[in-house]
T-cell receptor
Framework: SQTIHQWPATLVQPVGSPLSLECTVE??????LYWYRQAAGRGLQLLFY??????ISSEVPQNLSASRPQDRQFILSSKKLLLSDSGFYLC???????????????FGSGTRLTVV | SQELEQSPQSLIVQEGKNLTINCTSS?????LYWYKQKYGEGLIFLMM?????EEKSHEKITAKLDEKKQQSSLHITASQPSHAGIYLC????????????FGRGTQLTVWP
């Protein structure tokens, strides 16, 4: 079966410290991978997406970066966290369903990051 | 920028009442997805609509996509406390398939 693992579930980090959030997918090959952030009072914002190993596209300028060292591994990083980096981070993957070009998306359980 | 507008932003209803959440786009939608989220948790997939005029139902939840594929509604019949949560609509844009963009969400509270 297809599953997505995201950890840790919660994280409290001081301002200026580094960040590494990891996401791994099982049961599928060559998925599209995504990082989203949900800040208080705002919707889900797409941060990064990847269509393959080493291929990363950024949606918004920010203090974060992403990497995809393996087909089913997606990492969100920061060298120095800011207070504004606090939020709920979700990893997701998608694959094309059938021949109609429709994508199916699956989300992880999220990481609550609090920068203090 | 938020290209998907969801309304209302929050909704408080009594158990047993019907309710509707709307999602509107200024651009043609090539795939409209509805998700439910409990606070602090991941997204649970509800339904996906692709064709103009399409309607899907699951248990007491019905989602519709209008003929122009620019507006979708999510209707809950006889709401229950278990329906409480945040409802999010997301859409694939025609020029960027494979990237899902979301509205701000609707916070639903159902009181007994």
């Amino acid at each position: 079966s297809q599953t997505i693992h995201q950890w840790p579930a919660t994280l409290v980090q001081p301002v200026g410290s580094p960040l590494s959030l990891e996401c791994t997918v099982e049961g599928t090959s060559n998925p599209n991978l995504y990082w989203y952030r949900q800040a208080a009072g705002r919707g889900l914002q797409l941060l990064f997406y990847s269509v393959g190993i080493g291929q990363i596209s950024s949606e918004v300028p920010q203090n974060l970066s992403a990497s995809r060292p393996q087909d089913r591994q997606f990492i969100l990083s920061s060298k120095k966290l800011l207070l504004s980096d606090s939020g709920f981070y979700l990893c997701a993957w998608s694959v094309v369903l059938g021949s109609a070009g429709v994508y199916g998306y699956t989300f992880g359980s999220g990481t609550r990051l609090t920068v203090v | 920028s938020q290209e998907l507008e969801q309304s209302p932003q929050s909704l408080i209803v009594q158990e047993g009442k019907n309710l509707t959440i709307n999602c509107t786009s200024s651009k043609t939608l090539y795939g409209l997805y509805w998700y439910k989220q409990k606070y602090g948790e991941g997204l649970i997939f509800l339904m996906m609509l692709q064709k103009g005029g399409e309607e899907k139902s699951h248990e007491k939840i019905t989602a519709k996509l209008d003929e122009k594929k620019q507006q979708s509604s999510l209707h809950i019949t006889a709401s229950q406390p278990s329906h409480a949560g945040i409802y999010l609509c997301g859409a694939d844009r025609g020029s960027t398939l494979g990237r899902l963009y979301f509205g701000r969400g609707t916070q639903l509270t159902v009181w007994p």
